[in-house]
Each structure stands twice: as structure tokens, then as C-alpha cells.
């Protein structure tokens, strides 16, 4: 049986749980989690029905939490939040703390990109690269990226992910030269990663937008085939302003594999990089004008 000094400093971690998830449950927006935003939408950042749904936890027992009542909270579900409200390390670690539960997988990497791994797409210019999930939302890009096969700046962040622009922009479409082998794997590729996240709402949700959108995409999804990321190789992509790119792709993974990765794309021969570099200067006069 608990003290009356432990039974109020449980009150008190309670209370701070309560207010934390409250907190981080208003700063991410439905977009940032694949969700429609609506037209009715008061409540600033996420309703808690959103974040029960993204856990697959129910809505009421979410409430009594977000309310600070004494109730049991397993490790699985704390992760399954965590990763519902984007929390980054720390806050997923302080998370754990309050709810006295011992993280079973401490330093997981969440859907954030650090600020060393925005120098470092910084610094790889003109080689283009980004930081995309397995979702393929693009969660980071360098300049070089950012105007490879379109403007990515000039379109709203939840257009920002590869399958849906290699499905539905012109430009991106146009740009892919292997077209019908990039969108046949890339397919492949959501089918094996959506078998982790079946029941989350953003990957549904993802899905009935590029169904709905698309239907040369109902027609390569009902193949059910599956794929695995696979290893690096040379890839073809013809840029509107300096033309055909010859560009090796490199992974480096930033977390559980099948999650988030940096990619790159090194040229592979003289003429790609002297290409990349024209490329870069377009940018950067672009910008220049623009300023």
C-alpha cells in the first residue's frame, strides 16, 4: 500500500502526464499525420479521437490519461503514442519517465529530422538528397533535391511524398525515366511496409487518396506484389532545366529498417555532376532573384 507522501507524488506524476500529452497533442497538426484537417476544426493541433485512433487504443481510455486517472498503461501503448504525436527522443524518454514505465526501446528514432541531419543534406549540395519514410512523405530535402523533378517548395506540405507525385504530378511523372519500374517498386515497397502500420489511419489514408486519384495506381496495387527496399543502383531522371542525370541511389538509415532513411543521389559520370552543378546555380540564382 502506498504512503500518503507516494500516493501524492504519483498524483502530481500523473498530472504532468496529463499536461504533457495534452501539450504535444496540440502541436502537430492532422497533416503532419496524414489526416485530413476537416472544416470544423476548433481544437488546435490533434482531437484525441485522432490520437486514439493512431494508437489503436480507445477513445475513453485516452481521455482518462490525457485527464491524469489512475489507470495502467503498458509499454506497447506509450510507444504507440509516442510515435502518434511525433515525439522526439527526448520527449518520448520524459514520456516513459511520467508514466513510471521502462521504455522498451530506448533512443528510437522518431519522424523528426535533427538539425545535423539538415546541415548534412546542407552541406551534400549539389548532390541531391532528402530524408523521406517508409511512407514516402518527404520529410527533408537539400535545394538540389528541391528542384529535381519539380518545384517541391512551391507545393503544400501534404503533397510532399514521392509515390503520390510519381502517381499524380506531370512534372515528377515526366521527370522519372524508368516511370513504369519506379511506380511498379515503389508500390511493391508501400504494400510490404503498410503490413507494420494495417491499421493506422495516415496509411489508410494515404492508400485511399492515391486509389482515388489514380487509376493506373488501383491497377498495379491490386497486383499485390511485394518488395523489399532494395540495394542501390543507377537512376535515371531528365531535369527541365539541365537534362538527362545518370544518379547513383545510396540509403543510409536513420532508424529501423523499412523506416526513416536518408537518400542520396551521387552522379555517375562527369557530365551528371556537371549538370548537378548547373542545377545548383539555377537554384541559387533562382532564390537570389527571388529575395
Known sequence: MMTTGQAAHHDVRRGELA??????????????????????????????EE?????????????????????????QVLDAIARALLLDPNEREHLFTLAGVAD????????TVSDPIRTMLRQLEPIPACVQNS?????????????????????????????????????????????EEVIRAMAAKFRS???????EPAWKHMLGRLQEASPEFREIWERHEVMRTTPG?????????????????QI???????????????PADAESRARLERLQELTLARQVAAA
Not at 58 to 64: I, L, N, Q
Not at 136 to 144: F, G, K, M, P, S
Not at 193 to 199: F, G, Q, T, V
Open 193 to 199: 511496409a503498410m503490413a507494420e502500420h494495417i491499421a
Open 51 to 75: 490520437v486514439a485512433q493512431l494508437s489503436a487504443v480507445g477513445v475513453t481510455w485516452y481521455t482518462w490519461l490525457e485527464q491524469g486517472r489512475d489507470i495502467h498503461v503498458s509499454a
Open 104 to 111: 522498451p526501446a530506448p533512443g528510437t528514432e522518431c519522424a
Open 19 to 48: 499536461a504533457f500529452l495534452r501539450s504535444r497533442r496540440e502541436r502537430v497538426v492532422p497533416e503532419q499525420v496524414g489526416l485530413p484537417r476537416g472544416r470544423r476544426r476548433r481544437t488546435p493541433g490533434l482531437r484525441r
Open 135 to 179: 511512407r514516402y512523405d518527404l520529410l527533408a530535402y537539400n535545394r538540389t533535391y528541391g528542384n529535381l523533378l519539380c518545384d517541391l517548395d512551391s507545393l503544400a506540405p501534404q503533397e510532399r511524398n514521392c509515390m503520390w507525385l510519381a502517381f499524380t504530378h506531370p512534372g515528377w511523372e515526366q521527370g522519372l525515366v524508368d516511370r
Open 252 to 266: 543510409m538509415w536513420l532508424g529501423p529498417r523499412q523506416g526513416p532513411r536518408m537518400i542520396t543521389y551521387v
Open 233 to 249: 543502383r543507377t537512376k535515371r531522371f531528365l531535369n527541365t532545366h539541365v537534362g538527362l542525370l545518370h544518379l547513383d541511389y
